[in-house]
């Protein structure tokens, strides 16, 4: 079957870095893309990884490891605004997006 | 409109009755989607059209029907409310195919069946 695993929450401080893993067992692997959402919010697009190493944007970066079926997000300098769940999703063979269930961010000040 | 719109935004409905969640896009994306998000379970697919005049089917479709008579327009129908299809619905759209990047996300539908 198909699978996406990241912690369903974590906790870190104002200012620090943190960061969220996500493993995933697919059939194909076509992309990997990280979303945000605020509660009661829609999910917003963060970023996309189709080949392996990092892509920076801003305060965020993203890594992927295909062979390894493993990425990570990375946010730099927290803000308080950053607390929200982040989605991990996975683009199959079938180009359809499979997703992780969420890993909530707690940010303290 | 700009993006995508979902409508209603909330709704209470009574079990038994039927129900049609709207969803249009002024993109002009070729593919768009039916999403439920419930807690703890992430986003399940419900069905999907790659392009006008074609549906699919997701990981939960069951109780469920859609159309995709036009580009723009992808509506969710329940035919018979049940209580367990208590959920957030997000309808989503993204240019589809090989070269498609991000799916943009309507505000979301919150159905509770009582």
């Known amino acids: 079957g198909q699978n996406i695993d990241q912690p369903t929450e974590m906790t870190a401080t104002e200012g620090a870095i943190v960061q969220i893993n996500c493993t995933y067992q697919t059939s194909g692997f076509n992309g990997l893309f990280w979303y945000q959402q605020h509660a009661g919010e829609a999910p917003t697009f963060l970023s996309y990884n189709v080949l392996d190493g990092l892509e920076e944007k801003g305060r965020f970066s993203s890594f992927l490891s295909r062979s390894k079926g493993y990425s990570y997000l990375l946010l730099k300098e927290l803000q308080m605004k950053d607390s929200a769940s982040y989605l991990c999703a996975v683009r199959d063979s079938n180009y359809q997006l499979i997703w992780g269930a969420g890993t909530k961010l707690i940010i303290k000040p | 409109i700009a993006g995508i719109t979902q409508a209603p935004t909330s709704q209470i409905l009574a079990a038994g009755r039927r129900m049609t969640l709207r969803c249009t896009q002024d993109m002009r994306h070729n593919a768009m989607y039916w999403y439920r998000q419930d807690l703890g379970l992430g986003l399940r697919l419900i069905h999907y059209?790659?392009?006008?005049?074609?549906?699919g089917k997701g990981e939960v479709p069951d109780g469920y029907s859609v159309s995709r008579a036009n580009t723009d327009d992808f509506p969710l129908t329940l035919a018979s409310a049940v209580p367990s299809q208590t959920s957030v619905y997000f309808c989503?759209?993204?240019?589809?195919?090989?070269?498609?990047?991000?799916?943009?996300f309507g505000q979301g539908t919150r159905l509770t069946v009582v």
């Open positions: 059209s790659n392009t006008a005049g074609t549906t």
């Open positions: 989503a759209s993204s240019e589809g195919g090989e070269g498609s990047t991000e799916a943009f």
